[in-house]
């Protein structure tokens, strides 16, 4: 709501600010204590510490996944990702930025002095008894160097399939997949969009102490482990391949074989025979925009294997990340008709849906006479209309029908007809029954799923 400010209230922030945020603790890495207490005593004698505690306590304040400096002779902008979006803080001088920088390559355990080369750290923190793991990573650039912090908590908060925000109908028949017999299943997504977080979750959710579950990874990749799943690692980098653990695995009879990556042609194909002659289970993914795309890039990376990976698969999922709306300050509002017809909604079936409430900028609040208005900022999201993220996912369950547009012509606008008569739904259908729902909103459904502009 607006109103006039009537009585301006005084500021009790300093001109930093920082001096109001609450305390980080830093917990750089070292051999003992001795030598973590002696990075923290150089770091603390740094007369910017403050600023380097008040940036990681604005993000962990935020719930920033990331933040970003870009160092150029002009000075340090300054973002964070919140929710998926990144947002500008006010830009710093670099005489505050070069000693922040310095203190963060410390508490990490690398050289302040190299502006160039690639350095990568990780340094756990914490903040009002919640911790973090942050992963630091420092470039030099054309423009001058180019810094990303990205934060993970240190505790997963995504520990089930409803904490993505998938329904339950959804939920059961994706465990019937999972839990299926001499059939490969898909995971698909799209780049920033927790396709590792679905991958994790997803997993754990299928039935993993009747089965005996192995899975073949590159040890680059960086998975977690996952209870009841034996791990085979290789290196490629050191010139190991999957196909030499792949075969060691098969003389254990492995019920399912879990692959990030199916790796090759040669594995396709092996993971196929395995399929069919000796009643294995095989789970994959791949980045793709949709489920049936999935599908189809998988037959075009191995089209040795194409008819075979059609056969075998009985299904896949893909997801989307939308902003779920603030459900303190949410707005109601009564759709038209014209809108319910345009989002497929029969009329009548939705009498309420919901947008986000984002208050004016700074400059815009004033009233017709030049006046300022107090506005009130809800506690929650800050103003931001939305708070955290969830899943929008679409699920295909391939059938014979399916299985023949996907031979006849793999091209999604001729199988999408095919599979809607199934009762498949799309990306964008399974976001309207979330917008029907007051989870997230008709603009954001719009933003996430609009394709990217061609520069």
């Known amino acids: 709501m607006l109103r006039r400010n009537k009585k301006k209230k005084k500021s009790s922030s300093s001109k930093s600010g920082v001096e109001d945020l609450p305390h980080v603790e830093f917990k750089p890495k070292a051999a003992d204590k001795g030598a973590e207490q002696g990075i923290m005593i150089a770091c603390r004698g740094i007369e910017q510490f403050p600023a380097a505690n008040g940036l990681m306590a604005q993000a962990l304040l935020a719930r920033a996944d990331q933040i970003m400096l870009d160092y150029s002779q002009q000075g340090v902008a300054i973002r964070i990702r919140v929710d998926g979006l990144w947002e500008g803080l006010p830009a710093m001088e670099r005489e505050t930025g070069d000693p922040v920088l310095v203190i963060f390559k410390k508490l990490c355990n690398l050289n302040p002095t190299d502006r160039r080369s690639r350095q990568q750290g990780i340094l756990p923190v914490?903040?009002?008894g919640t911790d973090w793991v942050v992963h630091f990573?420092?470039?030099g650039i054309a423009t001058g160097e180019r810094v990303l912090m990205r934060i993970e908590p240190k505790k997963q908060v995504l520990n089930n399939l409803s904490d993505l925000g998938m329904r339950d109908k959804m939920q059961q028949q994706l465990r019937d997949l999972l839990n299926?017999?001499?059939?490969?299943?898909v995971f698909s997504g799209v780049a920033g969009h927790a396709l590792p977080t679905m991958w994790r979750v997803g997993l754990e959710s299928a039935d993993r102490f009747v089965r005996d579950f192995h899975s073949i990874e590159d040890v680059a990749l960086g998975d977690p482990e996952l209870i009841n799943i034996g791990r085979h690692t290789f290196d490629k980098a050191a010139g190991e391949t999957p196909m030499t653990?792949?075969?060691?695995?098969?003389l254990k009879q492995p019920d399912a074989?879990?692959?990030?990556?199916?790796?090759?042609?040669e594995i396709a194909k092996l993971v196929c025979t395995e399929i069919t002659d000796e009643g294995r289970y095989a789970i994959t993914r791949i980045v793709a925009g949709s489920s049936i795309e999935a599908i189809i890039k998988l037959?075009?990376?191995y089209p040795a294997s194409a008819k075979s990976l059609v056969k075998l698969t009985c299904g896949c999922i893909n997801l989307r990340l939308v902003r779920r709306l603030c459900n303190v300050c949410r707005e109601p509002f009564q759709p038209t008709p014209q809108l319910l017809q345009k989002l497929g909604l029969p009329t009548g079936r939705v009498q309420t849906m919901y947008k986000p409430c984002i208050p004016p900028p700074p400059e815009q609040r004033f009233d017709a006479q030049g006046k300022p208005l107090e506005i009130e900022i809800c506690k929650?999201?800050?103003?931001?209309?939305?708070?955290?993220?969830?899943?929008?996912?679409?699920?295909l369950q391939l059938n014979d029908e399916i299985r023949q547009a996907l031979l006849k012509k793999p091209d999604v606008q001729s199988v999408l007809p095919?599979?809607?008569?199934?009762?498949?739904?799309?990306?964008?259908?399974?976001?309207?029954?979330?917008?029907?729902?007051?989870?997230?909103?008709?603009?954001?459904?719009?933003?996430?799923?609009s394709p990217p502009k061609k520069a």
């Open 180 to 185: 299926s017999d001499k059939a490969l299943f």
């Open 418 to 449: 095919v599979a809607r008569k199934s009762g498949f739904l799309t990306l964008q259908e399974e976001g309207v029954l979330a917008v029907a729902q007051g989870l997230t909103s008709l603009q954001e459904l719009q933003r996430v799923l």
């Open 137 to 139: 990573t420092s470039q």
């Open 245 to 250: 653990v792949l075969k060691s695995l098969l």
């Open 257 to 265: 074989l879990i692959l990030p990556d199916l790796f090759s042609p």
């Open 380 to 395: 929650q999201c800050n103003g931001r209309g939305y708070y955290g993220r969830m899943g929008v996912f679409e699920l």
């Open 126 to 128: 914490a903040m009002k």
């Open 299 to 301: 037959m075009a990376t």
